[in-house]
């Protein structure tokens, strides 16, 4: 079984809004991953959790908060977002950090009024 | 230079024939490869990894990877209307821990 699973599928939200997106994996994978996918574009790595810590943020704007509750689960806060923001956000995961092969969720995506 | 490059197509093939989609990437140090089909509007799936020269079969797909020449290929044989996505190329440089895609193929299969 490789399956990723995130909530909620379509999420429209208006600037100022606060909500979240939320991921979970049951394979026992030790590393997760968000990441955000424009049209046409490939993803853009955002964050990575190894072993429910956070070991790389990649610049990404505090209106975006990652949250790691445990190690079968991965949150992503919202608030205050831009338009701009609208986007595919991308859940994965990996057996562990030094495992390089991700499963991805099926995203949530997402409208910023 | 980008990190990892693809040629966005659209790639178009009739129905039954191989179609071949290539990569090149600019890290030496990058140690596995990884190709994922994305349809539209979904997320990418792992077709194929490869971490050693060489060829690398699974059904109707043949990875390759030539590290000296900093290149990997998806060879699709016998190609369906429904294998027609965006196939993505991802790399992973060696201790970063995370993924560098590149910008994707588009692949038209024509019936």
């Known amino acids: 079984d490789t399956e990723v699973t995130q909530t909620p599928k379509h999420l429209v939200m208006g600037m100022t809004n606060k909500k979240s997106l939320k991921c979970e994996q049951h394979?026992?994978?030790?590393?997760m991953y968000w990441y955000k996918q424009k049209a046409k574009k490939p993803p853009e790595l955002m964050f990575v959790?190894?072993?429910?810590?956070?070991?790389i943020n990649e610049s990404v704007p505090s209106r975006f908060s990652p949250e790691c509750p445990n190690s079968s689960l991965l949150n992503l806060h919202l608030h205050a977002l831009q338009p701009e923001d609208s986007a595919l956000y991308l859940c994965?995961?990996?057996?562990?950090?030094?495992?390089?092969?991700?499963?991805f969720g099926p995203g949530t995506r997402l409208t910023v009024l | 230079q980008k990190e990892v490059e693809q040629n966005s197509g659209p790639l178009s093939v009739p129905e039954g024939a191989i179609a071949s989609l290539n990569c090149t990437y600019s890290?030496?140090?990058?140690?596995?490869f990884f190709w994922y089909r994305q349809y539209s509007g979904k997320s990418p799936e792992l077709i194929m990894s490869?971490?050693?020269?060489g060829d690398k079969e699974d059904g109707r797909f043949t990875a390759q990877l030539n590290k000296a020449s900093q290149y990997v290929s998806l060879l699709i044989r016998d190609s369906q209307p429904s294998d027609s996505a965006t196939y993505l190329c991802a790399v992973n440089k060696g201790g970063r821990r995370a993924l560098t895609f590149g910008s994707g193929t588009r692949l038209q299969v024509q019936p």
């Open positions: 394979m026992g994978h030790r590393a």
């Open positions: 490869i971490y050693s020269n």
């Open positions: 994965a995961s990996s057996q562990d950090p030094g495992a390089n092969t991700q499963y």
């Open positions: 959790y190894s072993y429910e810590k956070l070991s």
């Open positions: 890290d030496r140090g990058s140690q596995s």
